[in-house]
């Protein structure tokens, strides 16, 4: 097995997150499960878990609700991660009313 970077191991978790971030439709198909993270990235979901906890605490990505079909085809509502698109704006600290 290849060893990866702390930080390599992030983007990849970002880049997977950002990969669905940008579809138009529901918040079920901009979010991704952990295992869905793990079959992107090829992870261990522990570690996939570590990370996205430190990227919520750090205000990057929240946990969102979505509906995903279980192994015997009933639909269930289970933990879900979306990066949290900031305002470019915001984030070049171009908010400020300067008038």
């Known amino acids: 097995m290849v060893e990866i970077s702390e930080s390599d191991a992030r983007r990849m978790l970002i880049d997977a997150l950002e990969s669905v971030s940008n579809r138009?439709?529901?918040i079920n198909s901009q979010a991704l499960t952990s295992r869905e993270i793990q079959a992107k990235t090829g992870r261990q979901r522990k570690s996939i878990?570590?990370?996205l906890r430190e990227l919520i605490?750090?205000?990057?990505v929240e946990c969102?609700?979505?509906?995903?079909?279980?192994?015997?085809?009933k639909i269930q509502k289970v933990p879900a991660y979306k990066l949290i698109q900031?305002?470019?704006d915001f984030i070049n600290g171009n908010d400020r009313d300067d008038s």
């Open 86 to 88: 900031m305002d470019k």
């Open 49 to 51: 878990q570590d990370d």
């Open 24 to 26: 138009e439709e529901t």
């Open 64 to 73: 969102v609700w979505v509906e995903r079909k279980r192994i015997d085809g």
């Open 57 to 60: 605490d750090d205000g990057q």
